[in-house]
């Protein structure tokens, strides 16, 4: 439900941040395998699947429909960015303004 709390694993929360820091933006696959599980797992994107579908459960309204963690097909992922479907805050994330610690894409 829209404003209340939501427990994620420390992974969850990482792909969360790293996409909230770039919101908007197409994040490769790629890039996010390497920043989440490692350079050794660059091919795992199973791994991806597996946790995007966990958080859209946890953030989206409806999962199967999403509007808030996009997919960009053969790509990556984007967390949209719109007055009325941001569901991720930068104070729920601890995130402030300019405060990117990972490269920005797009």
Do not use: C
Request: glycine content about 6%.
């Amino acid at each position: 439900a829209k404003g209340s709390r939501v427990n994620m694993t420390a992974k969850e929360y990482m792909l969360l941040q790293i996409l909230a820091e770039n919101i908007d933006k197409v994040v490769p696959q790629q890039f996010l395998l390497n920043r989440i599980w490692g350079s050794q797992h660059l091919q795992d994107s199973h791994y991806l699947r597996i946790f995007v579908r966990r958080l859209r459960r946890k953030i989206e309204e409806d999962s199967t429909q999403p509007r808030i963690l996009l997919t960009e097909h053969r790509v990556g992922y984007r967390l949209a960015h719109a007055d009325d479907t941001l569901a991720v805050d930068y104070i729920f994330l601890g995130l402030f303004a300019g405060a990117n610690l990972y490269p920005a894409f797009g």
